[in-house]
């Protein structure tokens, strides 16, 4: 009965995730409340639900949210574009060409065991601006999850295809344009939304090195003014804009892998 779940139709998918997602909410308002409603934590009371919604909806109204949420989207686009520049040529390469996976296996895998956030001291060394700096780590933090992934994708091609066009007189070069690149692209669409996640995460820690703007610069101000309705509104911004955007990738993998299989 439970493996049914993984192949139960859309309508009863989207209704046992709206389901999840308020059984999260109320699991959060109890805990909250069972929690900050005791009177040795009464300075957080601002963690509530209540004040956070209020928070929430004031932010909204505010303009100076909206900077600092067009701002860390842009450091987003920025970072990840910046990694998938780099990154998918490399995976390509890795896949395509095993003496090049296996000469570059073992330091890729070792860079990817590292923190991004180790990288913080180096960054604020090598680059004259913050903003530099933060774009750095979140290429740090995303280009090994785009070079695997997209490295995985070229490894799970057809080889048929690949001899078909060997067998026309096909070059590596068209194969790599006519085959590689197009059959791909899914995994490439995943590559980057697993580095979605991964920037979302950096990206907080990053906006506290000297940004004045950006959503991990607003939790660093409710912290510092002991604003926590505020504090707790932003982490609740950060999951929805997260969310959304994740959403909007899964939207896209689904219509480019229809494409490609028609």
Known sequence: MGLNVFFMPRKFGFRYEMMGLALFAAAWVLVSYIIFSRPQFSQFQGFLPGPTFRALISAFADERFWLSVF???????VGISLAALFGIPIGILVGFYPRVQGLSYSAIQFVRMISPLSWMPIALLL????????????????????????????????????KMAMNQGAG??????????????????????LALGVAWIVLVPAEFLGVSSGLGYLINDARDTMEYDKLMAMIIAIGILGFTLDRLFQKLQKTLRWSWNE
């Open 71 to 77: 701002t860390s989207l842009r450091r987003i686009v």
């Open 172 to 193: 590596n070069y068209q194969l790599i344009r006519t085959i590689v690149i197009p059959a791909s692209v899914p995994h490439m669409l995943t590559s980057l939304r």
């Open 127 to 162: 680059f004259a601006s913050f903003e530099s700096a933060v774009y750095f780590l979140i290429v740090m933090a995303t280009i090994c999850p785009v070079i695997l992934n997209t490295t995985t994708g070229v490894r799970n091609i057809n080889p048929q295809w690949i």
